[in-house]
């Protein structure tokens, strides 16, 4: 009897601690997430950006941000958007509907395609608002 208590202690303790280990499916999910950074470099007022992201015309997904205090984003600040690869295929035809957003209601609306964001690395991709934008 003490040779078997004293074999499922130890037994016992290896499970718990391979329980606590990453695992490599943790891993594969944060390397398919895309992230998109987008920077405010322009004079328009606006506390929020809500981002719309299509595939091959169709909506896949819709996002928006803000300052948690609900302060305007000034020119400088970004903000960043995390999809995973399963909301939009960057292998096709992907799209977005960028609104501006003062107190929930439109400002300005922007389109482009992701040729019109910079690609930093795999999955990471940057766009910048100018002072274009009216």
Do not use: R, W
């Amino acid at each position: 009897m003490k040779k078997f208590i004293g074999f499922a202690i130890p037994l016992t303790i290896l499970i718990f601690i391979s329980a606590c280990s990453n695992s490599s499916e943790e891993e594969t999910i944060h390397k398919e997430n895309v992230t998109l950074t987008i920077k405010n470099n322009s004079d328009v007022k606006m506390n929020g950006i809500e981002i719309k992201g299509y595939e091959n015309g169709h909506l896949k997904s819709n996002q928006g941000s803000s300052n948690a205090d609900g302060s305007d984003i000034k020119k400088g600040e970004s903000l960043v958007f995390q999809f995973e690869e399963s909301e939009l295929d960057f292998i096709e035809d992907v799209s977005f509907e960028i609104s501006l957003l003062e107190n929930e209601d439109t400002k300005a609306k922007i389109t482009s395609s992701k040729d019109q964001f910079d690609k930093v690395e795999p999955s990471v991709y940057y766009f910048e608002l100018t002072d274009t934008i009216k």
